[in-house]
C-alpha cells in the first residue's frame, strides 16, 4: 500500500476509559500515542456517552491534530432478526456543530431513559430519523447489524438493513471493515457455514462491499479500540465482572467486545499494521481520510453562554445590573455615599462589564432574592463577598469596604476563567431553590452539574477480590495492605509498594487479584453528581451539552465542573448546609419557647455573651469551627469577634498553621510579644494579621504591589500555594 494513502489513515472507533467499565485507555495516552505514529487527527467514539469529549476536544488541539468527535450508540434490530437480546452497534461521527447538538440529543435519550431500554435493547431508527443532522453514520462492523446478519448466513436481511441505512443518511453513510486474526488465519461464518480457510475473511468483506455498492454505500477499514496494548484486554473481562457484579468466570460473552473470541483484536493498531491487515482493501483504508476531512470543529467555542434573563424591554444585563446595584448603594450607605466607595462600584462594573458577567451575577441575585423572600436561609462563601457589586445587589450579607476586601479576589483584569459564586442554603429546603430555578428559566434548560467518581486502589482491590471469587477475610486483607489516608498534595501522599505488598500474601489468587486491581485503580467507574453545581442556558440544555439522569431522578450534565465551564457554561454552587438548617431551627425552637420576636439576623456581630463562647472554643456544632484543631485556635488567639473568626478560620488551614510562623502569631495576636514585618511596605498588607502572611488576598498585594508581577502571575502564586500546585510557584 502507498504512503500516500496511509497518510490520513487514523482510528475512527476509539473507546476511552470514559466507556465505563468496558474501555481502560485514557485521553492523554490516546492522543500521545497518534502523535507518536504520525496521525493528523483521532476520533472519540465511547458506547453512549459523551463524557471525554472536552478532554478529549483539549487534548488533541493541545497536540496539534484534529479531533473527531463520535459516539458508538446500540441499534435495535427493529424486524431485521428475531433475537434482539443483543442490539447491534453504529459508529456516529460528527461532521460540526449541528452534529455534536445531534450526538447530544441522542446520548441524553439513551442516559435519561428511566426504563434504561435504549441501552439493554438499543435505540429504535426512529430515533436516528429524528436525529441525524449534522452526523456521519459507520456501521457498526462486526458488532454492527450488518456484519453479524451475514455470519448468520442471512444475506437477504443484511440487504434490507443496508438499505435503510443508505435511505437515512444518504451520502452520510459508510460501511465498516474489520479484520481480525492478521487477516488470514482463524474462522468466519459466512453463509451459514463456518470456514478455518484463509479466504474466509476476505470473503465477509467483499460480500459488505458488494452490498454498499448496491446502495453507494462505501466501506472504511476500521479497527475497534478499547486498549492501547494487548496486555490491557484481560482488563476488560475484570471491568465487566465489577460492572455486572459477577465473578470472571460468570460474565457472559455478550457483555465484552470481542464476545468471547480472543483472536478479535481489541488494541491500538498502528498504520503500518493496518496497511499490511487491509493490503486487499487499499480503498478502504483510503477512505477513512476522506471521513476525516468531513469532520470539523464542533464544540461550543468557550465563550459563555448566559440563560435568558426576563429584562424590561431593550434594558441589557448591564443597564439592569448597573441600576440594581446604584439602588443597593444608596440602601446601604445612603444618598451621599464616599466617593471612594462609588468609585470602588464603577471599577467593578467596568471590569464586570468588560468579561460580560453582568448576566451572572443578575441570576444569582434572582435566586438569593427568591431564598430570602421564601425564607429559605442562604448564605455566600468565597471571594465573591470581596465585590462591592455583589454586597448593593443582594448576593452577598458581607460589606467589602468595612472588612477591607480586595475585589481582584474575585475578579481582576487577567482572569481567565468565570468565577465562582457559591450560594449556601438551607440543606432540608435547597430543594426549593432548585425547583424554583427550574420553573422560572425552564426545566430543559436548568442541569446539575456532574463528577466523575474513580476507583481508587482500596475501592480497586475490594471490587476484584469480589470478581476474583474471594471471600471476606481476603478481602480484608487486600484492603489492610493499602494506605488509609489520600492526602492532596502529591509531596504528602502515604506510598504504596506493590511488591511489599503481594509479599505479604500467602495465597496466588490473592496476589493476583491485588495486581490486577493496581493495573485498575484510578479508572473512572461512575458518574455522581457535584455538591452543588447547576447550569442554566438560554435554550435546550443539550445545545450546549449532554444529559443524563441519577438514580434519584436528577438531570445532570455528562460534562464536570471543568468542562462544563470550557464550553463556555457558567457554573453556579448552591449547597446545602446543615449549618444553616441547624441554626434555622435553633431560631425557630427560640421563637416557639422563648421569644416570639426573635431574629437571628438582630445578633450583633460583638455580642458580648457570643465572645464569651468563642474565646472558651464552646463550638461544638458550628459551622468550621468544631473540630479539635478548630476549638484549639479559638482559645489560642481568644477569638471574640467576626473578624477574629476569619482569622481564626484562615490561620488554622494547612498553609498558614505549618508555614512556621503558627506560635509567633498567636503570641503576637495576642499581644505578647512585639509585631515586626520584613520590609515596611508589607505592613499596610500585613497589618492586621500582625506581619504574618494569612490570606490569599494578601498575597495578591505583595504580589502586585509590592513585586510588581501582573495579575496573571500573582494569580499563578496563589493557586500554587492554596492547591499544592508547585509548578505555579516555580
Request: one cysteine or more; charged letters at 20%; proline letters at 6%.
Amino acid at each position: 500500500m502507498t504512503e500516500s494513502r496511509l497518510d490520513n489513515f487514523t482510528h475512527l472507533q476509539v473507546h476511552s476509559h470514559y466507556t465505563l467499565l468496558g474501555g481502560t485507555a485514557a485521553i492523554p495516552d490516546l492522543t500521545a500515542r497518534a502523535v507518536e505514529q504520525g496521525m493528523n487527527a483521532l476520533a472519540l467514539t465511547d458506547t453512549a456517552v459523551l463524557y471525554g469529549a472536552v478532554q478529549f476536544t483539549q487534548a488533541c488541539q493541545q497536540s496539534g491534530i484534529q479531533p473527531i468527535i463520535g459516539m458508538t450508540v446500540p441499534l435495535a434490530a427493529e424486524g431485521f432478526v428475531a433475537d434482539t437480546a443483543v442490539p447491534g452497534q453504529i459508529v456516529l461521527l460528527a461532521m460540526n456543530p449541528a452534529g455534536y447538538r445531534t450526538l447530544n440529543r441522542i446520548s441524553s435519550a439513551i442516559q435519561t431513559d428511566p426504563a434504561q431500554n435504549y441501552r439493554q435493547r438499543g435505540i429504535p431508527w426512529e430515533l436516528l430519523r429524528q436525529n441525524r443532522d449534522g452526523l456521519i453514520a459507520l456501521d457498526g462492523g462486526r458488532r454492527g447489524w450488518l456484519a453479524r446478519l451475514l455470519r448468520r448466513g442471512d444475506e437477504k436481511t443484511a440487504v434490507k438493513y443496508a438499505a435503510r441505512l443508505a435511505g437515512l443518511f444518504g451520502e452520510n453513510s459508510y460501511l465498516s471493515l474489520e479484520i481480525h486474526r492478521g487477516g488470514a488465519e482463524g474462522a468466519e461464518e459466512i453463509s451459514g457455514e463456518k470456514s478455518s480457510a484463509p479466504s474466509a475473511p476476505l470473503r465477509l468483506n467483499e460480500t459488505i462491499i458488494a452490498i454498499g455498492r448496491r446502495f453507494g454505500l462505501a466501506a472504511a477499514a476500521v479497527q475497534p479500540v478499547y486498549c492501547l496494548e494487548a496486555a490491557d484486554v484481560p482488563k476488560l473481562r475484570l471491568l465487566a465482572a465489577i460492572d455486572r457484579n459477577c465473578r470472571l468466570e460468570e460474565v457472559p460473552d455478550t457483555a465484552l467486545p470481542d464476545e468471547g473470541d480472543t483472536a478479535v483484536a481489541l488494541h491500538w493498531q498502528s498504520p503500518d499494521q493496518i496497511a499490511a491487515k487491509f493490503s486487499q482493501f487499499p480503498d478502504a483504508v483510503a477512505r477513512v481520510g476522506e471521513i476525516v476531512a468531513r469532520c470539523g470543529e464542533v464544540l461550543p467555542d468557550g465563550r459563555p453562554i448566559w440563560p435568558a434573563l426576563d429584562l424590561p424591554q431593550k434594558q441589557t444585563p448591564a443597564q439592569a445590573l448597573a441600576e440594581q446595584a446604584e439602588k443597593g448603594l444608596a440602601a446601604r450607605y445612603g444618598n451621599a455615599p464616599d466617593p471612594a466607595i462609588r468609585q470602588r462600584l464603577a471599577h467593578e462594573l467596568d471590569l464586570i462589564n468588560q468579561f460580560g458577567f453582568a448576566p451572572l451575577f443578575l441570576l444569582t441575585a434572582d435566586i438569593t432574592r427568591f431564598a430570602r423572600a421564601s425564607g429559605v436561609p442562604v448564605n455566600t462563601r468565597g471571594s465573591v463577598a470581596n465585590s462591592l457589586v455583589a454586597y448593593c445587589v443582594g448576593i452577598t450579607t458581607v460589606d467589602p469596604i468595612e472588612h477591607d476586601l480586595l475585589f481582584e479576589r474575585f475578579l481582576n483584569p487577567a482572569r481567565a476563567s468565570l468565577p465562582d459564586i457559591d450560594l449556601d442554603f438551607c440543606s432540608r429546603r435547597r430543594d426549593e431553590v432548585l425547583r424554583y430555578v427550574r420553573q422560572k428559566y425552564g426545566a430543559e434548560r436548568v442541569a446539575l452539574v456532574s463528577a466523575m467518581s474513580t476507583m481508587r486502589l482500596k475501592s480497586a482491590a475490594r471490587e476484584t477480590a469480589k470478581a476474583y471469587g474471594l471471600g471476606e477475610a481476603a478481602i480484608k486483607r487486600l484492603a489492610a495492605l493499602i494506605p488509609r489516608r489520600w492526602h492532596p498534595d502529591p509531596r504528602r501522599r502515604q506510598t504504596f509498594e506493590l511488591e511489599e505488598a503481594l509479599a505479604q500474601l500467602d495465597e496466588a489468587r490473592e496476589r493476583e487479584a491485588l495486581r490486577a486491581a493496581v493495573g485498575i485503580a484510578g479508572l473512572p467507574h461512575h458518574l455522581t453528581v457535584h455538591p452543588g453545581g447547576i447550569v442554566v442556558t438560554p435554550g435546550p440544555l443539550t445545545d450546549a451539552a449532554p444529559l443524563q439522569m441519577t438514580p434519584k431522578g436528577f438531570t445532570v450534565t455528562q460534562y464536570d465542573h471543568r468542562d462544563v465551564e470550557a464550553i463556555g457554561l457558567p457554573k453556579i454552587d448552591l449547597l446545602g448546609i446543615r449549618a444553616l438548617t441547624v441554626l434555622a431551627d435553633t431560631a425557630d425552637l427560640i421563637r416557639q419557647q422563648h421569644d416570639p420576636d426573635f431574629d437571628l439576623e438582630a445578633i450583633l456581630p460583638d455580642d458580648a455573651a457570643t465572645a464569651v463562647i468563642l474565646q472558651s472554643g464552646q463550638t461544638i456544632g458550628v459551622f468550621q469551627c468544631e473540630s479539635t484543631g478548630a476549638q484549639r485556635t479559638l482559645r489560642q488567639l481568644r477569638a471574640k469577634n467576626v473578624a477574629d473568626l476569619a482569622i481564626a478560620n484562615a490561620f488554622f488551614k494547612p498553609g498558614p498553621a505549618l508555614g512556621g510562623m503558627a506560635q509567633a502569631f498567636v503570641r503576637r495576636y495576642r499581644g505578647e510579644e512585639s509585631v515586626t514585618f520584613l520590609h515596611p511596605l508589607l505592613e499596610p498588607i500585613l497589618g492586621r494579621t500582625k506581619g504574618v502572611l494569612i490570606f490569599q488576598e494578601q498575597v495578591l498585594r505583595i504580589a502586585t504591589g509590592i513585586a510588581g508581577l501582573n495579575w496573571t502571575e500573582a494569580n499563578a502564586i496563589r493557586r500554587g500555594m492554596s492547591k499544592f500546585q508547585k509548578g505555579d510557584l516555580l
